[in-house]
């Protein structure tokens, strides 16, 4: 029998883009149905690492990613929301998570994939509401993976009249470890276990590879999905590169542990099968989740050693940003509201500090390019954000109790600290993104221009230090010098705006180079318009102490 290679190649490569697709459709679908609160869920719900394994498991079925979770956990670690050792339950949770696919595979409907798919283009392109147009997306993603799942079936049948594919699966069945390598590998190819566990389960359906090759290479997929973990941890934070180690590690020790055990495995998969009248997609699900299920009771207890050998592994202290408040008790609303407003206080002041650093970084991210440095102020920015919501609700609930007209004062002078310092936060993300453009776009600057923005930067950094320093110490002649810096920098910006005019005439500085200066000083000066805002609310009060 004559094989057509170009049209089996075409239809498996074509049916793992539309799988793949399908996928990423279904998962994005998915996700804005649930609304954006799976870091929230994260957050919550990590308070121990059983949990941790219970929200890792939800969120991955939500994203339908495992490696997704892990960028989100590694994310959440350098925020300090949770720990380290925490976070190794959520991938563990994640890895259980990702084989809700193979089950979803598992189902024998890929002959209703297209009705699927026509159904949910139907609700994407006739509905206007957007909860009927999240769940069509959901469906022609579900219906997209089918009829892609479909297409590869159809692409690998002619495989089992080739003899070297026959030859490999004999290999295979005899040499686990090869299965093991060639998983590992297609998976890091195609950077998603879902579509090369569908993949085998297609193999398997269609009668091309026996159980005892099947196993191994399913072993391998778990490995090959840590890659994407590796890739995503290179140049990134210590907490990244812990994360990744903790997948890498979690995935090859089950890996091993079950190439030892495979004939029990193998066993316990076959009577499985038998018991509960499974089709191959099924079983290879089954033998998916009982693999991660099982992996994961192994190494449950031993999470601490786990931690142990992964921080020796990637020694140092990781920098993050602390986006939770540290001093908002609420039970100091009811029992002393002097106290609180104290708490609020330092709150606000710390928020300060994080609107200066954030500042800084974005100051470094323009001189040294180093991506590290808008990384670190981005995360500042949404600590900014968070801590404004977190705040001001403290305060709204202070609110409440019975204020003092002294304590009213200080109350109104912190709510609108709050909102000036977040919306500093917003500036320099502006500042942020202008040199993104800069730097993507080959917009130079002259070296006049670089000189410029850092004197300006220079003297809003001063303004906003010293606007805390006021805020802290309610001095009166500290926030007259924050005013008098902030007159300083209106006419900084005004006599740099027409420095750059006559560079601009004289076909020095480029035109795109000329918007992306102006727009650096005019949030420069903005931010210098919040840090007087905070001097003003010390300039108006007029006690003592706040």
Known sequence: MDIDVQQ??????????????????????????AGDRLKDLLDRFTRNPFMGVLAGMVVTILLQSSSTTTVLTVGLVNAGFMTF?????????????????????????????LPILAVGAFLIFFFKNK???????????????????????????????????????????????????????????????????????????????????????????????????VLAAIGASIGAKRAAFVHVIFNVLGAAVFVILLQPFES?????????????????AFAHGSFNIANTLVQFPFIAVLAWIVIKLVPGEDSFVEYKPKHLDPIFIEQSPSLALDQAKEEVLRMGEYAYKGLEETSFYLNKKNKKHSEVAMQIEEALNNLDRKITDYLVELSATSLTDDESHKHSALMDSVRDLERMGDHFENIIELIDYKNSNKVDLTEQAVEDLNDMFNLTLLTVKQAMKALETMDREEA???????????????????????????????????IVFVDMLSNLERVGDHAVNIAEEVLGEKHESL
């Open 8 to 33: 089996m190649i075409f239809e498996f490569v074509g049916g793992l883009g539309i799988f793949l697709f399908g996928l990423k459709y279904m998962a994005d679908g998915l996700q804005r149905t």
């Open 85 to 113: 050792r925490q976070a190794i339950g959520v991938i563990m949770g994640a890895n259980i998570g990702t084989t809700m696919t193979a089950f979803i595979i598992g189902i024998d409907i890929k002959a209703y994939g």
């Open 131 to 229: 909860k009927a147009t999240n769940i069509g997306q959901t469906l022609f993603g579900f219906g997209a993976l089918f009829f892609g799942l479909e297409t590869m079936s159809g692409g690998m049948k002619p495989l089992r009249s080739m003899e070297a594919f026959q030859e490999l699966t004999v290999s295979m069945s005899h040499n686990p470890i090869l299965g093991v390598v060639i998983g590992t590998l297609f998976t890091f190819i195609v950077q998603s276990s879902s579509a090369t566990i569908g993949i085998l389960q297609q193999l398997f359906g269609e009668g091309l590879i026996d159980i005892e090759a099947a196993l191994p290479v399913l072993f391998g997929d778990n490995i090959g999905t840590t890659i994407t973990a």
């Open 268 to 284: 316990y998969v076959r009577w499985l099968r038998d018991s509960l009248g499974l089709n191959p997609e099924m079983t290879i």
């Open 480 to 514: 007259l010098e924050v005013v008098q810096k902030e007159n300083q920098l209106d006419q900084m910006e005004r006599n740099y705006r027409k420095k750059h005019i006559i560079r601009l005439n004289e076909g020095v500085c480029s035109g795109q180079a000329g």
